[in-house]
Structure formats: structure tokens, C-alpha cells
């Protein structure tokens, strides 16, 4: 648990790639621009990185646009979580308070939710 935790703005795929190479355990908010509902969950993943061991990630996939169909977004904001590099759980439910991600995190990766 890190007190000091915040998410990551990555820029593309190239760094979306890293950023999960990098962590064991990653979750990435696909967000846009002027969408309020992303907005709000930047001080909950905030909350949620600061509670948990999981790497956060807030990604716009407009500036690289071949992200919406690799991972087939359909809504934001979406919130992708990786575990060793591979996808095992999403959420696309519009806002969520910091109580219901820290549920999601701890039913897929239960080891680093754990604060």
C-alpha cells in the first residue's frame, strides 16, 4: 500500500503495453476528454491505488484509436484489469464509488487487493 499512489496517464498503445509488462497486476481506465463521468473516477482510482497494490493507468484511447477495437470499448469509462499481461476482468459501468472497484479488484486478484 502506497499512501502517495496515484494513476499513470499513459499516451498510446506502445505505453499501454509497458505500463502492463511493468506490473503484475495493472487495472487502466479507458477514459475521454469532457466525459464526466471518467473525471470522477480519477480521485476514486486515486483512493483505490492507495488502498490496494494494484497499478492504475488512465488512458484516452482517441490518441491512438486502434485501442478501441483491441480492446473493443464501447463506453467509458472502462476499467481493464491485467494480471500478468493478460486481460481478466472489466468494468463498464459508468461511475463507481472507490468501494465497489476495491469488491471487483479483490474477486480477480484478491493478492493485491489486500492492503
Do not use: W
Not at 499513459?10 to 477514459?31: N, R, S, T
Amino acid at each position: 500500500m502506497d499512501e502517495s499512489a496515484k494513476p499513470a496517464g499513459i499516451e498510446d498503445g506502445e505505453a499501454l503495453d509497458a505500463f502492463v509488462d511493468e506490473h503484475d497486476v495493472a487495472l487502466v481506465e479507458f477514459y475521454t476528454k469532457g466525459c464526466e463521468r471518467c473525471n470522477a473516477m480519477v480521485p476514486v482510482l486515486g483512493n483505490v491505488a492507495r488502498v490496494t497494490d494494484v497499478s492504475i493507468a488512465l488512458l484516452n484511447p482517441g490518441n491512438d484509436i486502434t485501442l478501441v477495437h483491441r480492446f473493443d470499448i464501447r463506453s467509458v469509462p472502462t476499467l481493464v484489469l491485467f494480471k500478468d499481461g493478460e486481460e481478466v476482468g472489466r468494468l463498464a459501468e459508468g461511475f463507481m464509488q472507490t468501494e465497489a472497484v476495491v469488491a471487483f479488484l479483490e474477486d480477480h486478484v484478491p493478492e493485491a487487493a489486500a492492503a
